[in-house]
């Protein structure tokens, strides 16, 4: 009886086609249309459907700023609910009434919430209703009160976006922490894709020498930097106070990261999936009315890219630091390119009437 003869074992790959197989199913993993956290009945999210809600608000954008279309802050409540109802026509086209019909009542909860919270701070929480409230604070540059208007800004902000929505998730339908974005600690986490870091970093790296250019035009020159409170009539600011107000700022990030891409973006994940990037951006994008145009514009990406990875990546933690690296380089370069001092001690201007 003779013995078949056995196929000869196939060669082991080599270390380059390794490495292109294991780069190609780590980017397989990233641009997939599902996510860890959608429903078996969540539809796949459409390209063409996806780019015309951001094409929708960029043009919401560009009606604003251009054409005067209710440039009032007071508006904004109107400007949101413009953005989501283009959002959810759109996705009644592409996916039909049945696919809305099939939304939860907690993402609807996560949306009415949010816009609830989000306005309460528009309108009462920034550094424009501490002065309705309470009025201008004295300019002593010798003292902390240049910027209690902003520090009430970060407070209300941390409450109404990070502290608040977190507590309401937990009473009302249980969610951890963890699962809208705060995960604590470095154990594995459930639909992570591995080596997000490294997407950050080189996000960071590639935005710096841009960044070095936009600080010297004259609309970010007229906005930033946000520290210019406390920067006294001859050009200087004293280290500790600048530290004082970064720590503060830290805060507004923490809280709008938390937020975006944590609250609205995770809470809509398992009913709407990557479509719940669009009704994150509307919000988010609005809440820039009143900064530079093209700081505006390109919030649509940078809030959609934002949210994306941290859907990959199952948390907000590498967004927060990329987000507050390029507030910070922003301050940092504003204030060098106005010639300003930063004081070794206290600054020598007392109050000026």
């Known amino acids: 009886m003779t013995t078949p003869a056995r196929e000869p074992a196939p060669e082991p790959a080599r270390g380059g086609a390794r490495a292109r197989a294991r780069a190609l199913e780590w980017l397989g993993a990233l641009l997939s249309p599902r996510t860890a956290g959608m429903a078996d009945t969540t539809p796949r999210c459409n390209p063409l459907a996806l780019g015309l809600m951001l094409g929708s608000l960029a043009l919401l954008v560009v009606a604003r700023y251009k054409w005067g279309f209710l440039e009032d802050k007071n508006w904004q409540l109107v400007h949101v609910l413009i953005g989501w109802t283009a959002c959810i026509s759109i996705f009644v086209l592409f996916h039909g009434f049945s696919a809305l019909a099939r939304v939860r009542l907690e993402t ?45 800004f970060a407070t209300m902000g941390t409450l109404l976006r990070l502290v608040i929505p977190l507590i309401a998730q937990r009473w009302l339908f249980g969610r951890r922490p963890a699962d809208l974005g705060f995960p604590v600690g470095r154990g594995h986490r459930e639909g992570a894709v591995p080596g997000i870091g ?6 960071f790296l590639g935005m710096f020498p841009l960044l070095t250019i936009v600080a010297q035009t004259p609309p970010f020159q007229a906005k930033y930097p946000l520290a210019r409170d406390l920067i006294d009539p001859d050009g200087g600011i004293w280290w500790v106070h600048l530290l004082v107000f970064q720590g503060f700022y830290f805060l507004v990030f923490l809280s709008g990261e938390g937020f975006w891409r944590g609250y609205l973006t995770f809470g809509t994940e398992k009913d709407l999936g990557l479509y719940g990037l669009a009704f994150m951006a509307v919000p988010y994008v609005t809440a820039h009315f009143g900064k530079p145009f093209s700081e505006t514009l390109g919030a649509i990406a940078a809030g959609t890219a934002l949210g994306f990875l941290a859907l990959r990546h199952r948390s907000i933690w590498w967004g927060v630091a990329l987000h507050y690296a390029v507030a910070l380089s922003m301050d940092l370069l504003s204030i060098a390119n106005q010639g300003a001092v930063i004081y070794a001690s206290g600054p020598p201007a007392g109050p000026v009437p």
Do not use: E, K, N, Q
Not at 126 to 142: A, E, H, I, M, Q
Not at 198 to 203: G, I
């Open 198 to 203: 490294w997407v950050y970093v080189a996000l």
């Open 108 to 152: 609807w909860f996560v949306l009415g919430f949010g816009l609830t919270c989000f306005m309460l701070f528009w309108y009462f929480g920034r550094s424009d209703g501490y002065r309705r409230f309470f009025g201008d604070p004295p300019l002593d540059y010798d003292t902390l009160w240049p910027i209690v208007p902003f520090m009430y």
